[in-house]
T-cell receptor
């Protein structure tokens, strides 16, 4: 069974440019998470989806970040415009359903903003 | 709010040494507790979990016991191997957070031959 797929794995952009990350969760997983992992830190939740609904986006900086999961399957996270401080690893995870104990993580997208 | 505190790294051990990585938590409810591992160049993987007090999670020789009285979930292994070199994250989740994971900062472990 395929795991959580993320692309691209690495992205280097100039500040003020837009960038988008894509995530395809494990088939059948209704719950999808985006986490931000700064260097030397643990991941922090950005947004949680139950199917196509964003049920917790309280930690998403909405002035520059947006996300969508239109058909309740794959998801895109966008930053526009990117800032130097956005350099980090962006992780996607999925689980069968809310309350299910195991989340499966993708390999992440490492973003470098110059 | 919920939080997780784990010991600072890096931790350097010789092969076959005993490992302990301390983790304590603060939570308002009754969280589930997890240890995730991140091997170099790879994604986060669930190592073990415990869902209620006094539960012991175990996997690949690693163990951790959910201690409600000390709000702790320390990771232990009796004899580490070079292949255990990785970053270890303690985490919790509960209903209040919608079961999103709340991670500690991670502890880097290096095992030398």
């Amino acid at each position: 069974e395929a795991g959580v797929v993320q692309s691209p794995r690495y992205k280097i952009i100039e500040k003020k440019q837009p960038v988008a990350f894509w995530c395809n969760p494990i088939s059948g997983h209704n719950t999808l998470y985006w986490y931000l992992q700064n260097l030397g830190q643990g991941p922090e939740l950005l947004i949680r989806y139950e199917n196509e609904e964003a049920v917790d986006d309280s930690q998403l900086p909405k002035d520059r970040f947006s996300a969508e999961r239109l058909k309740g399957v794959d998801s895109t996270l966008k930053i526009q415009p990117a800032e130097l401080g956005d350099s980090a690893v962006y992780l996607c995870a999925s689980s069968l359903a809310e309350g299910y104990n195991e989340q499966f993580f993708g390999p992440g997208t490492r973003l470098t903003v110059l | 709010g919920n939080s997780v505190t784990q010991m600072e790294g890096p931790v350097t051990l010789s092969e076959e040494a005993f490992l302990t990585i301390n983790c304590t938590y603060t939570a308002t409810g009754y969280p589930s507790l997890f240890w995730y591992v991140q091997y170099p160049g790879e994604g986060l993987q669930l190592l073990l979990k415990a869902t209620k007090a006094d539960d012991k999670g175990s996997n690949k020789g690693f163990e951790a016991t959910y201690r409600k009285e000390t709000t702790s979930f320390h990771l232990e292994k009796g004899s580490v191997q070079v292949s255990d070199s990785a970053v270890y994250f303690c985490a919790l989740s509960d209903q209040d957070s919608g079961y999103a994971l709340n991670f500690g900062k991670g502890t880097s472990l290096l095992v030398t031959p």
